[in-house]
């Protein structure tokens, strides 16, 4: 949220961290985001904070701790274990709003297919300070592939949900056939079972077969929603998801 730098002869240098200082915020105008803050170390203890108001420049000397109220912001500037006693550079920083960091997302990163085959893309981004880039770079990575898995459970709990209606209508068909089998045995008082009854009897046995394999489906796709969420590597049997 908060980007660091100092001023050079040409250019400036951000200092991604290892500033030498560090801000905490609350903004209470929201013009003040995305607006340049000059600091000026005048000693180990003291600085300088400059910026614009009204076209205007505003100057005001405080110290390394003291809490800075005004009518737009609160700051509390502190030093970090990058200050040294010999700073003397001119810094800067800027309080940047979320659209400001999602443009620089949307400029700086580039998603493109590595290998149809593999399913594979290639992520990269683009910064003058290549730490900053690298860290980017793993935060967007280890999102996505948060993002991948949530994506993979959901799937995977409406396979579930649906093979548990399936059994659940299954079982209905098997209960009406037991029932209808325990009926015909009463009223005929035998076991000499006509040719429907024998059609009946093989019917619940497919019904009972369905009902095995739609429980080992589950029980198959409970074990790999905890892969997924322990992380392991496995191999996906399609016909397990299928």
């Not at 949307?106 to 990269?124: C, G, L, M, R, Y």
């Not at 093989?202 to 074990?223: A, F, G, M, P």
Request: aromatic content about 12%; glycine content about 2%; cysteine-free.
């Amino acid at each position: 949220e908060v980007s660091y730098h100092v001023y050079g002869r040409a250019l400036t240098d951000e200092r991604y961290q290892n500033s030498p200082f560090v801000v905490s915020f609350k903004i209470l105008n929201k013009s003040y985001f995305n607006h340049v803050f000059d600091l000026d170390i005048t000693d180990q203890n003291t600085f300088n904070l400059s910026f614009s108001k009204d076209g205007e420049k505003v100057t005001s000397n405080y110290t390394f701790g003291q809490e800075i109220k005004t009518p737009d912001f609160n700051f509390l500037i502190e030093k970090t274990r990058s200050f040294q006693s010999n700073d003397a550079d001119n810094f800067f920083f800027i309080i940047n709003d979320e659209t400001s960091l999602v443009n620089y997302l949307q400029k700086n990163v580039d998603v493109v297919p590595e290998n149809f085959s593999a399913q594979t893309i290639k992520i990269s981004l683009s910064d003058h300070n290549k730490f900053k880039a690298s860290d980017l770079v793993n935060i967007i990575d280890t999102l996505y592939l948060e993002y991948t898995k949530e994506v993979k459970n959901q799937a995977i709990e409406k396979k579930i949900e649906f093979l548990d209606d399936v059994i659940e209508t299954t079982e209905g068909k098997l209960a009406g056939y037991e029932e209808y089998f325990e009926d015909f045995t009463i009223e005929n008082r035998t076991t000499n079972l006509s040719n429907d009854l024998n059609r009946t009897i093989q019917q619940l046995s497919i019904y009972d077969s369905q009902r095995y394999n739609l429980r080992i489906k589950i029980s198959n796709l409970k074990s790999l929603t905890k892969q997924i969420a322990e992380k392991k590597s496995n191999v996906i049997n399609p016909f397990v998801i299928e």
